[in-house]
């Protein structure tokens, strides 16, 4: 009786996650990150515990040979349940294919990569649906255009002891720059910082660059890191299709350049693991002149006026940090607590949102007959720039995000979510310059492994 109930269980289980993922779709900002928690086992194949929905298909042979494939489907289902002008709900979401070529295995060339991301989103934001002023995502998997995107197609290789690492191609910033993890749902807390709030030139997962990389491993557990991006809005385009094909030429209209970001990495290894993070950037092209309402330009004696009565100006800039730790070991499988903390302070003198903080924990191993479960807390803030212009300058919108997160099976991962925002927008002024209140906000993260 005791096994069949636990199968009903997972029964009603499955059925709620793909109802899920059949009313909408899902997108992450940058990646989705709860991977499958075993490697797989032909011999053991069993549908609730193997890490693909579909099975093996022959990939584990597959990866030996050199080729790593992988699909993965996400969903965030959210709802404003106060706060904003209605009481609605709304999904969005992506599905992502990724491969990676071992050229040694392949070609024999030791060291070399090839990478290949396609991911195509689609979905609602829940902000424009409800009402909610608010300047970051409640889904953060929305944005960038319902579209397929080419998100990577890049060559890597590792020189020196892997002390060296050369990549160029297509590349999203933030997949060798900034936070990695995508565990939230409010956009606060997920992805590469310095895109939350420079979004307008700093191009976040899926869409990609022409870019090269340089990663030096100068000594134990430190890495320097240089990366050009070219930094030109056409990568932005939703036409269909979306691959904007050649870089940016300086000079041209509209007006192109390079984005520059450098890293300082120190990754301490043991058991209390972490990576602790500190950069900046600097881009060369054109800030915007007057293409965006509520930029502005702060001039000594003068204050902030808009950016197109200025001219041509350029250059933009700002630094970062990014601590991720783990605090405690509690368990064979990374059970223990971890905890992040973000900073990002971008140019006062061309930015709206010009400061994002966010700072959180999570824990792995919630109950001792759950060991892969998890719980995450976060609280955040982002400033909107006092130089700017509307009720909301000078104002910090903050979030407040809880979840529980569990493993349904080996191919599934379920996160029941809430949200409180407070001041969404800064002061919590919409649009027409109506005060709006603080938004709850309700919701349920589902990634499929297939």
Same mark, same amino acid.
């Given at each position: 009786m005791l096994h069949r109930s636990v199968n009903i269980a997972r029964v009603c289980g499955v059925g709620i996650a793909l109802s899920s993922l059949w009313s909408g779709g899902a997108q992450a900002a940058d990646v989705w990150t709860k991977a499958p928690p075993v490697p797989y086992a032909a011999a053991d194949d069993d549908f609730w515990t193997r890490p693909y929905l579909f099975g093996d298909l022959g990939r584990t042979k597959l990866k030996e040979q050199g080729i790593d494939l992988g699909l993965t489907l996400g969903n965030e289902s959210v709802g404003n349940v106060s706060g904003g002008n209605r009481n609605t709900a709304a999904n969005a979401g992506q599905l992502w294919f990724g491969a990676k070529l071992d050229m040694a295995k392949l070609v024999g060339i030791p060291g070399g990569t090839v990478g290949l991301t396609l991911v195509q989103r689609f979905g609602n934001n829940l902000n424009a649906e409800a009402g909610i002023p608010a300047l970051q995502l409640t889904n953060e998997v929305f944005g960038r255009g319902n579209i397929l995107r080419l998100t990577q197609l890049y060559y890597s290789q590792k020189l020196f002891d892997d002390r060296l690492e050369l990549k160029g191609g297509r590349l999203p910033v933030g997949s060798d720059f900034f936070f990695g993890l995508c565990e939230f749902i409010n956009l606060t807390f997920c992805g590469g910082q310095p895109g939350n709030i420079q979004g307008g030139y700093i191009f976040n997962w899926p869409v990609s660059q022409w870019a090269g990389v340089v990663h030096y491993n100068f000594a134990k557990d430190f890495q320097l890191s240089v990366g050009v991006y070219d930094a030109n809005p056409n990568y932005l385009t939703t036409t269909v299709p979306s691959? +904007? @094909?050649?870089?940016? =030429? &300086?000079? *041209? #209209? &509209? @007006?192109?350049?390079? /984005? =520059?970001?450098?890293? /300082?990495?120190? *990754?301490? *290894? $043991? @058991? /209390?693991?972490? #990576?602790?993070?500190? $950069?900046?950037? +600097? %881009?060369? @092209?054109?800030?915007? %002149?007057g293409g965006l309402p509520g930029i502005i330009q702060v001039i000594p004696g003068v204050g902030g006026v808009p950016d197109q009565n200025l001219g041509d100006q350029r250059g933009r800039w700002g630094i970062y940090e990014s601590i991720l730790q783990r605090l405690t070991v509690e368990g064979p499988k990374a059970q223990g607590w971890y905890t992040f903390l973000n900073t990002t302070v971008a140019d006062h003198r061309t930015s709206f949102q010009d400061y994002q903080i966010a700072f959180g924990f999570k824990h792995t191993g919630t109950f001792s007959w759950r060991p892969e479960d998890e719980v995450g807390f976060a609280v955040g803030t982002t400033h909107v720039n006092s130089a700017a212009f509307g009720p909301n300058a000078g104002g910090n919108e903050i979030p407040i995000e809880a979840w529980y997160g569990w493993q349904a099976t080996g191919w599934m991962n379920l996160k029941f979510d809430l949200q409180y925002v407070i001041n969404p927008g800064g002061r919590g002024y919409n649009a027409d310059g109506v005060k709006t209140d603080n938004a709850w906000v309700l919701g349920m993260r589902t990634e499929v492994h297939f």
């Amino acid at each position: 009786m005791l096994h069949r109930s636990v199968n009903i269980a997972r029964v009603c289980g499955v059925g709620i996650a793909l109802s899920s993922l059949w009313s909408g779709g899902a997108q992450a900002a940058d990646v989705w990150t709860k991977a499958p928690p075993v490697p797989y086992a032909a011999a053991d194949d069993d549908f609730w515990t193997r890490p693909y929905l579909f099975g093996d298909l022959g990939r584990t042979k597959l990866k030996e040979q050199g080729i790593d494939l992988g699909l993965t489907l996400g969903n965030e289902s959210v709802g404003n349940v106060s706060g904003g002008n209605r009481n609605t709900a709304a999904n969005a979401g992506q599905l992502w294919f990724g491969a990676k070529l071992d050229m040694a295995k392949l070609v024999g060339i030791p060291g070399g990569t090839v990478g290949l991301t396609l991911v195509q989103r689609f979905g609602n934001n829940l902000n424009a649906e409800a009402g909610i002023p608010a300047l970051q995502l409640t889904n953060e998997v929305f944005g960038r255009g319902n579209i397929l995107r080419l998100t990577q197609l890049y060559y890597s290789q590792k020189l020196f002891d892997d002390r060296l690492e050369l990549k160029g191609g297509r590349l999203p910033v933030g997949s060798d720059f900034f936070f990695g993890l995508c565990e939230f749902i409010n956009l606060t807390f997920c992805g590469g910082q310095p895109g939350n709030i420079q979004g307008g030139y700093i191009f976040n997962w899926p869409v990609s660059q022409w870019a090269g990389v340089v990663h030096y491993n100068f000594a134990k557990d430190f890495q320097l890191s240089v990366g050009v991006y070219d930094a030109n809005p056409n990568y932005l385009t939703t036409t269909v299709p979306s691959v +904007y @094909a050649l870089p940016g =030429v &300086p000079g *041209s #209209t &509209p @007006a192109s350049g390079v /984005l =520059v970001p450098v890293e /300082l990495v120190w *990754s301490p *290894s $043991g @058991a /209390l693991y972490g #990576t602790w993070r500190l $950069g900046g950037w +600097y %881009d060369s @092209a054109s800030t915007i %002149d007057g293409g965006l309402p509520g930029i502005i330009q702060v001039i000594p004696g003068v204050g902030g006026v808009p950016d197109q009565n200025l001219g041509d100006q350029r250059g933009r800039w700002g630094i970062y940090e990014s601590i991720l730790q783990r605090l405690t070991v509690e368990g064979p499988k990374a059970q223990g607590w971890y905890t992040f903390l973000n900073t990002t302070v971008a140019d006062h003198r061309t930015s709206f949102q010009d400061y994002q903080i966010a700072f959180g924990f999570k824990h792995t191993g919630t109950f001792s007959w759950r060991p892969e479960d998890e719980v995450g807390f976060a609280v955040g803030t982002t400033h909107v720039n006092s130089a700017a212009f509307g009720p909301n300058a000078g104002g910090n919108e903050i979030p407040i995000e809880a979840w529980y997160g569990w493993q349904a099976t080996g191919w599934m991962n379920l996160k029941f979510d809430l949200q409180y925002v407070i001041n969404p927008g800064g002061r919590g002024y919409n649009a027409d310059g109506v005060k709006t209140d603080n938004a709850w906000v309700l919701g349920m993260r589902t990634e499929v492994h297939f």
